[in-house]
Each structure stands twice: as structure tokens, then as C-alpha cells.
């Protein structure tokens, strides 16, 4: 839960309490009767192949500078999530890439977020994004493992390498308080 | 993008303007330097099951009231995917349910939303909760698919009777210009 001080539609200050009909406390708006929710947020990533190895990218900014993640990010208004995983990847990594399909989701419980992984094949060239250090190809046996930024994303990378190729289902797991 | 007019940080009037290292209009706050991100919310669901037959609810409320849904709602913050698709099975059909693994996505595209509905087994009994008219178990060929109230629950119980049982991996669809 944010702190919120006031309301943004009418910038009167705000309370919280449990809106008539509702069963929890939400940041409520006395003047214009505004219920301000706040929900979780939908992170979105892929890890991009080609022939036997996935691209990684070193991050260049907080949280977790200087570790390898798997492209990802915010997903945004406007988009899929298949195409936010994309997008990810062509600002982390200058890569294009053709989404496949999901295959790992991390609830992150304390942080308000949901990680999504999708199958991707990486297309043509890539180099560091603004918010990389570096990017590189790892084959499986060259997996950075103890410098990997998330644990999201080593989860995800443990179930790309079980599946081995075979869609299996949404992997599923959950993080009750998170690394960063 | 829903209209902000002012900083609930600090109340001041906000202006909507790409901020420094970004690439896309967001709201900002000039007098406190915060910029407030608006991104996509989850909403979450399930097919309950007994033996050969769902359950369904009939809204009680806008938008679609009157017609079909499967058990469905806004997922909240200290939860995850699962328990909020378990929760709004509570809340709306008085149902306990055992959660099984999700098999459907839909991206609402224009309104902001991700629809992940799980499997799940009806456990007990089950009523009309405040937000549904009626609940009731439907066979195959029982289901009302012209009354169903959203797009996305209706890809949901397409692909749920498509896969008799199997997990297929996460049924991934798009909506662009959504029903309600």
C-alpha cells in the first residue's frame, strides 16, 4: 500500500476507510466521493534464444546494479503482455524478439506484483540499453546463477531449463518477501 | 490513462509530460518531483468444478448485470493470483473452492486489465454472494453462451472445455475493444 495524502481528482485530503459496500480500507476521497484502489502490478519478461543460448542482461540501475536479469519490466497501458515482454527486450537489449508463450508467473506478495515469463526467440542483433551494463549470450553450464538480480527471474530460468523446449503450463510461484 | 489533476503526494496540480529517461507522457508533479505511473490491473478468476458441471454466477451489478460469469474480480494487494481467483469465489458465490493451476489469459487491451482464470474444485455448498442475482451449476451443454457477460470469461470457458482436463499450457487471447 502507497501512502496517499490527496485526492487527485479533486486535491482535497484523503482518508482511509472501508468504502461503504467494501470489505477493506482504501484511500477515500470526502469531497468528490473519489475511491482511489491500489492494486498490484504486472511485471513482464522474456528470455530470448538462440540456438542453445539466452540472452541476459547486467543491470545498469537500482535495484540489484551490477546482476544479471532476464529482460523484463513494467507492463504498460496500451499493450499485451507479450508485447510488454517485447518491448522489455528492445529497451534492456536493442533486441528484437518473437514472443512465444508464457511459461513462469511469480506472484511477488510484500511488493504488490505479479512477474510473467514468456518463451522468446531472439532476432538479429542486440547491444546494452540505457538501463544495461552489458548483454550476452549464456549457454546453460554458463548461467551467472549467484548473480542473478531476482529471484523471479531465477525461477523462471530454472523452469525454462526443466521444460526444455515443451510447453508445460504456467509454472507458478510465489515470493512472500522479495530480495530487493 | 485515467485523469489526474492533482499530486496526491503533495496536492499540488499535476501535468502530464514525458519525464526525464522515459519515453511515454506520464503524470508529474512539479512540486514534488513524483511521477505517477498508471499501468495495467490484474483481474482474476476460476472455473469452478463439481463432477461434470461449473458454476456460474449472474451479476447483480454493473457493468452486465444480469448476465453469466465465471467467479471473477480485481486481484488486491497481500495476495496471490490464486487466492484472489479463491477470494472472489467467496465474495461472489459463497463458495470454497480448491485452486488448480491457470490455463487462461486475456489482455483487455483498451481497458487496462489482464484477465488469469485458474482450474479449481467446488468445495461445499454455495449461494448468490451480494454482487451476483443467482449461482448455479451448468453442464457443457447447459452453459448460456449468449449470455455470458465478458469476452474474456467466455475464451475461458471455450478453451476450459477445449482441454477436457489437461493443462495445454496458458491460453493466451487479446481483446482490443471490449464488450462493457
Not at 25 to 50: A, D, S
Not at 103 to 131: C, K, R
Amino acid at each position: 500500500m502507497v501512502s496517499m495524502k490527496y485526492c487527485a481528482r479533486c486535491g482535497v485530503p484523503v482518508t482511509r476507510k472501508i468504502p461503504a459496500g467494501d470489505n477493506r480500507e482504501r484511500w477515500c476521497c470526502e469531497g468528490c466521493n473519489t475511491v482511489h484502489y491500489q492494486n498490484p502490478l504486472i511485471v513482464v519478461g522474456c528470455v530470448p534464444k538462440r540456438d542453445d543460448k539466452v540472452l541476459l542482461c547486467r543491470r545498469a540501475i537500482e535495484p540489484r546494479r551490477g546482476y544479471w536479469t532476464v529482460p523484463a519490466g513494467f507492463m504498460e497501458l496500451g499493450e499485451t503482455m507479450a508485447e510488454g515482454a517485447a518491448r522489455e527486450t528492445q529497451e534492456e537489449a536493442c533486441a528484437e524478439v518473437r514472443i512465444g508463450y508464457p511459461f513462469a508467473s511469480v506472484d511477488i506478495v510484500d511488493a504488490g506484483q505479479v512477474h510473467v515469463f514468456f518463451t522468446a526467440d531472439l532476432l538479429g542483433d542486440f547491444a546494452a540499453g540505457e538501463e544495461s551494463l552489458e548483454v550476452a549470450l549464456f549457454r546453460e553450464d554458463e548461467i551467472p546463477w549467484h548473480d542473478i538480480a531476482f529471484r523471479s527471474g531465477e525461477f523462471a530460468l530454472k523452469k525454462y531449463y526443466e521444460d526444455r523446449g515443451k510447453n508445460n503450463g504456467l509454472h507458478v510461484h510465489s515470493v512472500r518477501r522479495h530480495r530487493e
